[in-house]
């Protein structure tokens, strides 16, 4: 794929996150027998910010929304995958960052949450991703959906996408391990001091990072054989849409977990799940 074209794709990723937030917040609140607010809410909610007294402004804002653009573009142009992997941790460092810059107790118990589901959820990702390389014998994404095209779904990619389906909540910072914000018991934690358009341009972040994980599995870990150029691109969009969707029904269903349950729960299922996948992949199932 060339610059340009993932370059288009990356604006329309940035551009189209919010309504796709708008969609899965008019999807939750009919789960939960809600009206819920118009699609383009979380439009109206970013323009309010931008337009609010900032007292809290920091480059750690900008450098989060820059990471995940950046880790977008990359996936769009379907290069260097440890390059993504290094773009995605580094946005969760600079959200990390800022709220231990703070100084806001709620903001610190926030920034030790988040490094602590990263730190075991990170592992995760990158030995499903390790598993579809040893079967690619690449690190380089394109080879990785070359190889899913030709091959389908085998028993380690099985394991992988499992893998990636119980991190992916994690990695969206939605329910049940939303820990790092919390509402109800950390106020908000990493973005408890954020405002205005810090707060904005998190927020913005957050939503097209959710967009990003579930465009990475459709993308990448669940191949549709045959599937070139303009068909590509629109499976993709449908397959990223329903991942959406189931993301936001789990939210909607399930309580917040406890931080020592999520990270036993990680711990032992999804951990091993990982690992199963790499076992199969060096025996070339």
Known sequence: ???????IITILCILIAPLLDGIMR???????????????????????LFGKEDISRSI????????????????????????FVYLLTASSVCL??????????????????EVMMFVIVEPVMAAAFLSCAIKAGSFNISHLI??????????????????MFLA???????????????????????LLEASGPTLALFKWGLVLRQ??????????????????GASLFIFTAIKTFIILFLATTVEALFPRLRIDQALGFYARVLIAASFMAIAFSTLGV
């Open 60 to 83: 750690l804002a900008v450098l989060y929304i820059a990471c995940v653009a950046s880790a977008t573009f990359i996936l769009a142009l379907q290069g260097d995958l440890l390059s």
């Open 146 to 163: 070359t190889w899913g095209n030709v091959y389908g779904v085998q028993i380690s990619s099985l394991f992988a996408i499992l893998a």
């Open 26 to 48: 008019k999807w939750r609140a009919r789960i939960h027998s809600r009206m819920g607010p118009p699609i383009h809410q979380t439009y109206l909610d970013l323009l309010k």
């Open 211 to 228: 967009l990003l994980i579930a465009y990475l599995i459709a993308f990448v870990f669940i191949p549709w054989p045959g599937a070139t």
């Open 1 to 7: 794929m060339s610059y340009l074209q993932a370059g």
């Open 96 to 113: 990390v960052l800022y709220s231990l810059s703070m100084g806001n107790p709620f903001g610190v118990v926030g920034g030790g949450r």
């Open 168 to 190: 992916m909540q994690a990695q969206m910072g939605k329910l049940p391990f939303d820990l790092a914000e919390a509402e109800t018991e950390l106020i908000g934690g990493v």
